[in-house]
């Protein structure tokens, strides 16, 4: 898949699924019961074991699952997971190298940032998408709010605190996509195997955004026709 696709694919899905588990078979099941709901894409992060060889497996046995790695903190591990097929990278921080390195190879990056600084600094680096993490310490939805208002030019992706409470407002307050975790893919429907749970709330995710993106229809088309009107009376001066 290629760059642009990725791109397009994270905007229309609209949420990132990020695993964290204890093994790399878990890891497997989690992301199988993700697709299942709905949901084709997930990222491996590299705090699973051997998280580079499940990518890789993932990428040759799902060729219709768009796999990213996570927790991407230095160019050389970008490139070994790129090698194993990886088709977006992001990290909880900012590293220059790994953002000029993903622009270099044309491969999608998705760096973390905070601040406006950082997330400008990020974004002029060559990001395609800045992920704001950690979102619910700083006023969650509200903040991304606030960023957006500042950037609208900037896609955010509103990462840690997003949960079945908060996913739609984060839509609404004008991100992108959402990075979510533990609330999508819970520790104990890991441990019990309960792909019918997470696929449940795979499906549940998916229609929180869609949701939302609805309910944001009417208020675009009025913000169009508010400029359009603008900007007629000032051509008539």
């Known amino acids: 898949m290629k760059k642009q696709e990725v791109c397009a694919l994270i905007r229309d899905v609209g949420i990132i699924p990020a695993i964290r588990v204890s093994s790399a078979e878990e890891a497997h099941f989690a992301a199988e019961a993700i697709a299942s ?23 040759h046995f799902h060729p219709h699952m768009l796999v990213g790695a996570g927790t991407i903190l230095d160019a050389e591990t970008a490139r070994r997971c790129m090698d194993a097929g990886a088709g977006f990278l992001t990290a909880p921080g900012f590293d220059v190298k790994v953002v000029e390195f993903a622009s270099k190879e044309n491969l999608a990056v998705l760096p973390g940032a905070l601040t406006p600084t950082e997330v400008v600094t ?65 520790t104990e429907a890991i441990e019990r195997r309960q792909a019918k749970r997470i696929r449940e709330l795979a499906l549940r995710f998916a229609g929180f955004v869609k949701e939302a993106r609805r309910r944001m229809e009417p208020l675009k088309k009025t913000d169009g026709a508010g400029k359009e009107a603008a900007i007629e009376k000032c051509e008539q001066r």
Not at 51 to 56: R, S
Not at 132 to 137: G, I, L, R, T, Y
Not at 140 to 160: E, H
């Open 122 to 186: 990020a974004w002029k680096a060559g990001s395609d998408f800045v992920k704001v993490f950690p979102c619910a310490p700083v006023g969650g939805d509200r903040y991304i709010r606030a960023m957006k208002l500042a950037l609208p030019q900037i896609p955010l992706i509103a990462a840690g605190g997003v949960n079945q409470q908060t996913a739609a407002n984060f839509i609404l307050s004008g991100a992108t996509a959402l990075g979510v975790g533990t609330e999508l893919i819970p």
């Open 37 to 59: 709901g709905g949901i084709p894409i997930v990222e491996i992060t590299m705090t699973v074991p051997d998280a580079v060889k499940l990518i890789a497996h993932l990428v």
